[in-house]
């Protein structure tokens, strides 16, 4: 590349990004507005969507995909501007790790973490305290039914129990501010797997995260159960649950997409076509005023009761 070029490279850089940021981030900086205006749309007191989209812009800018291209340029301007949207009506923040931003081919998908799921349930139960475990063989894990209800009341763990391959169960418990236990998720490792298997990107034999990191995969799988349970019965925002649920299926569905993509000139794949997601509601400007088009109206945790029940703090690498 002679020098012109590289420099006339270089000055078409900063133009295009400002471009895409006018077409996402300022498109949805405005709708946000223009949601809290309609009275659509109220944010936890505590949440800054101006910080969360600042944050989200400086991570997009360094964030590229499988084949290492910037996703500011490999996905659509819709799909960017889509997952800021979930982002800012689930009351999400990236830096603090709450929601990841995962490109499958053209489409840019915003993804909770369980910081996230636990964000959303303090949003909508602002005193619950959600508790977490991992059962591995040779625990002493018991529980009662209490009117449908499991109220898990005893779990010993020795910590040579903790053996990655030796997990038979995980649990999320959310109670309410009295100690009650609102809802209780127990999930046995043939249920975790059977819920990992309807990714497509799941191998039981990979090198993946739920293979290099069971322990912390199995707390997700069982906190998101216990999360959705709570948020789809106790909040009536009707633009927080569609975007909550929007975000999941999005993601499974952009998945999907991608696998079928990456195997289009290969050996055919055994995927099964998911209905359609739901209409986009960011439509990215095309000329000038980019337009959004998006539906309508969305808490943190805490481990199982006394004994001696692990509360595990997940940690690295915070899926």
């Not at 078409?12 to 077409?23: C, F, M």
């Not at 800012?88 to 995962?102: E, T």
């Not at 909508?124 to 508790?131: E, F, G, H, T």
Request: net charge negative; with cysteine.
């Amino acid at each position: 590349m002679s020098v012109p070029q590289a420099q006339a490279q270089n000055q078409s850089q900063p133009n295009a990004l400002a471009l895409v940021k006018r077409d996402t981030v300022d498109v949805v900086a405005a709708r946000i507005r223009q949601f809290v205006q309609d009275g659509e749309l109220a944010l936890p007191a505590n949440y800054s969507p101006e910080n969360a989209m600042k944050s989200a812009w400086l991570i997009l800018q360094s964030t590229v995909d499988k084949e290492r291209r910037p996703v500011l340029k490999a996905c659509t301007k819709e799909s960017i501007a889509n997952a800021l949207l979930d982002m800012v009506i689930q009351g999400l923040n990236p830096a603090k790790r709450q929601c990841y931003f995962i490109p499958y081919g053209d489409q840019l998908v915003c993804q909770r973490s369980y910081f996230g799921d636990e964000a959303l349930v303090l949003r909508v139960k602002p005193d619950a305290n959600i508790w977490y475990g991992v059962v591995y063989e040779g625990d002493e894990f018991e529980y009662q039914m209490e009117r449908g209800l499991r109220k898990i009341t005893k779990h010993v763990q020795q910590i040579t129990n903790i053996k990655p391959d030796k997990i038979i169960a995980a649990y999320c418990v959310i109670e309410g501010k009295d100690g009650q236990v609102i809802h209780t998720e127990v999930m046995t490792i043939d249920q975790i797997h059977k819920s990992w298997q309807q990714s497509k990107t799941y191998r039981a034999n990979g090198d993946g995260p739920h293979n290099n990191f069971p322990d912390q995969m199995c707390l997700r799988t069982a906190i998101r159960r216990a999360s959705k349970a709570i948020i789809n019965s106790s909040s009536d925002d009707y633009l927080l649950l569609e975007r909550v649920n929007r975000s999941d299926e999005v993601g499974a569905e952009a998945e999907i997409e991608a696998e079928v993509e990456a195997n289009a000139n290969g050996e055919i794949i055994d995927a099964e076509t998911k209905p359609a997601p739901a209409e986009p509601q960011v439509a990215a400007a095309k000329e000038q005023a980019p337009a959004v088009q998006s539906p309508a109206p969305q808490a943190p945790t805490k481990a199982p009761p006394a004994q001696q029940a692990k509360q595990t703090r997940l940690g690295e690498p915070g899926f």
